[in-house]
């Protein structure tokens, strides 16, 4: 039975135009009546539907979510807000949000309910054409659902429903004033309801929709309807957001038209929804379009490699993880005296000589187990039985079936192998010929020893008598006795000297250079050495000058490092000039060192000899008549000690008649 409620003039012509489908069903699920939106969407008449349960017009995979649904509302009086999927006449589907409630009033016990379906089939479509682009866009997006929440407050009486519904309504009169609306329509425009009733739709309407919202207004007043056209609304707030309009007119008992009903439904998901398909669709056309470049790259890639592949003058074959050769190069082929066809399907052990199969095997092993293959010496064997040395590589990949396979490549080293064999023998020859030069160097260094001492003992007695002489100990002596003497205790120094540095370049050489550190004040050392030779500066007419860093420590050997600054001192009065030369030394702090100079201005040094004057044996002046003698050997020595100790020896000197500077380094220790 059809409820008195619905012969209301105004709530059944709600009823009848409203936007959703709406039926009424009794306690067991009965449909009793329908309204036309419902009817013709399921393109059934009032009599094929009525009578029928209603879960016969709902798909078997939905039928449960709909029953349970219908128990809450029996049981409660309001049901849930479902989605359910429902089935045409003609078979087709499509998805709804479905709520009930029974009907109030009088009729509180009469077992009967109201039902309204929206179709929310343009948010599916929306969600899955989302999806899919989506699914483009990341190849395996996780499945997309986005499910409209729309909620219909259905109530016992259709001013509930209308009041309640999710979408936003409201009613106008001819003239576009709106003489009512629901909470929805309040909430969302932030007005009170107050000042929405009165207002004109104008007022509520984005100036962006103006146009369309006058478009809208003539095709009602010519049809009579209006449906699904986008109107942008426009908040109290000032901002607007998306809608979908549709409206039913309303008419009184005779007919007339009073104003009409109209529905807006908030779509900024599905617009939202629509503006990220068009963007994902920009995203994957960029996409499909970087394909195609990176395609065309790849096609050329694979063009040149495999003509470099082809045409390498290396042997080169692929094989799979059987070791079955499935690829092969115009060299390799040539090489081993095979057509290629021929060698496609051979096992790489039929092309292994037969002395290297146990490394081809280990490998070929080695391969399989993922280690790396470079440069293993194999032994290949030709066609004809011949064989020849190689230099094997190979390299791991992987292609669509996901089976492994190699890229061998074969360097035939016949050459270097050859080469190899004549570098052995000739090896062999330069260490029999070092082993004897080890000999005769030996003996030199034993004659060296044997020479310098046996020429050191006899100049013991000759200085020793030399001194006596000099003193007058055996008679007053002439002047002409005196000065010959000079000569004699001069030359003996002289010789001596000469002895001592031989013996100390030996030792250096030898790596047995003794040195005993003491930390001792490198300017106490300096000046020390200055007041020991003062009598031989003023004996040649040199002046000497310093400018020393006090309190600068080293470990060192004091004798030695004297040593080294006293020849130092005597090359310099060597190169100085007659009657004016002039020596400056110099001691300072630097960074973790101690860098002493010393300076003269003699004849200086050529740029192109500076390397060569620590070099044993070395005269800058070779000929016969030198001017300044020497061994040659005393910056050796130099260079020697200073090493020992840690530090760093070098020459510097603009040129020839410029002068020269020799600059030495030592590691500075901290003063405790």
């Keep these: ?207 962006r929709s103006y146009d369309e919202m006058e478009k809208g207004i003539s095709h009602w007043k010519v049809t009579g309807v209006i449906s699904n056209v986008e109107i942008w609304l426009k908040r109290k707030d000032g901002s607007s957001f998306p809608t979908l309009l549709s409206g039913t007119s309303l008419y009184d008992d005779k007919g007339k038209l009073l104003g009409r009903i109209v529905s807006l439904r908030d779509v900024s998901d599905i617009y939202a929804a629509r503006h990220t398909i068009e963007q994902d669709q920009k995203k994957i056309n960029q996409q499909y379009e970087d394909l195609k470049k990176t395609n065309l790259l790849l096609t050329a890639t694979e063009q040149k490699f495999r003509s470099l592949y082809d045409t390498s003058p290396d042997l080169m074959r692929t094989i799979d993880n059987d070791g079955i050769i499935t690829d092969c190069n115009d060299a390799y082929a040539l090489n081993l005296g095979y057509a290629k066809n021929q060698i496609i399907g051979m096992s790489i052990f039929e092309h292994t000589a037969d002395k290297s199969i146990s490394h081809m095997t280990q490998s070929f092993d080695s391969w399989k187990s993922g280690l790396s293959i470079t440069n293993k010496e194999i032994w290949m064997k030709r066609k004809d039985g011949t064989t020849f040395p190689a230099l094997l590589s190979a390299t791991t990949f992987h292609e669509g079936d996901g089976k492994m396979r190699s890229n061998t490549i074969i360097k035939d080293i016949t050459e270097l192998y050859n080469a190899r064999k004549k570098i052995e023998e000739n090896e062999a020859h330069i260490r029999k010929q070092y082993d004897e030069l080890r000999k005769i160097d030996k003996s030199k260094e034993e004659f060296l020893t044997m020479i310098t001492h046996e020429l050191k003992t006899p100049l013991v007695p000759i200085q020793g008598y030399v001194d006596i002489l000099l003193t007058d100990t055996f008679g007053p002596l002439t002047d002409a006795q005196r000065q010959r003497l000079d000569i004699i205790k001069s030359n003996s120094k002289n010789l001596s000297k000469l002895m001592t540095d031989l013996l100390d370049v030996q030792k250096i050489e030898l790596g047995q250079l003794r040195i005993s550190k003491t930390k001792r004040d490198l300017a106490d050392i300096i000046r020390g050495l200055i007041e020991n030779i003062t009598p031989t500066m003023e004996k040649h007419n040199v002046k000497i000058m310093t400018q020393l860093q006090p309190e600068l420590f080293c470990m060192c050997d004091s004798l030695r490092i004297e040593q080294v600054i006293h020849n130092l001192i005597n090359n310099a009065i060597d190169f100085c000039p007659k009657n004016a030369g002039k020596i400056f030394i110099k001691l300072y702090a630097e960074g973790d060192s101690a860098r002493i100079i010393v300076k003269d201005n003699g004849v200086g040094i050529s740029k192109t000899h500076l390397d060569q004057i620590f070099v044993k044996f070395y005269q800058i002046d070779t000929s016969v008549t030198r001017e300044h003698g020497g061994s040659g050997l005393g910056l050796v020595v130099c260079k020697g000690i200073v090493e020992v100790h840690g530090g760093k020896i070098w020459a510097e000197s603009e040129g020839t008649g410029k002068g020269a500077e020799i600059h030495l380094t030592l590691p500075l220790v901290d003063y405790v």
């Design 1 to 207: 039975m059809i409820p008195p409620h619905i012969l209301d003039q105004r709530y059944r012509t709600f009823y009848e135009m409203s936007p959703d489908f709406v039926c009424t069903l009794d306690e067991n699920g009965i449909i009793l009546d329908a309204n036309k939106r419902m009817l013709e969407h399921f393109d059934y008449s009032k009599i094929e539907i009525v009578g029928k349960p209603c879960f016969d017009f709902i798909t078997p995979e939905y039928k449960k979510t709909a029953l349970d649904g219908f128990k809450e509302m029996i049981e409660k009086g309001i049901g849930p807000l479902i989605e359910i999927q429902l089935r045409k006449k003609n078979g087709t589907t499509f998805f709804g949000v479905c709520q009930g409630a029974r009907i109030g009033g009088e009729l509180l016990e009469s077992g009967i309910y109201l039902i309204t379906i929206q179709d929310v089939s343009l948010i599916h479509e929306a969600l899955e054409k989302a999806k899919h682009a989506e699914e483009q866009v990341e190849k395996k997006y996780a499945e997309l659902k986005k499910t409209y929440d729309t909620i219909i407050a259905a109530e016992a009486k259709y001013k509930n429903l209308y009041d309640n519904s999710p979408d936003l309504l409201r009613t106008i009169d001819l003239n576009g004033i709106i003489v009512d609306c629901n909470k929805s329509y309040v909430n969302n425009l932030g007005y009170e309801k107050e000042e929405i009733i009165g207002s004109s739709i104008i007022k509520h309407t984005a100036e």
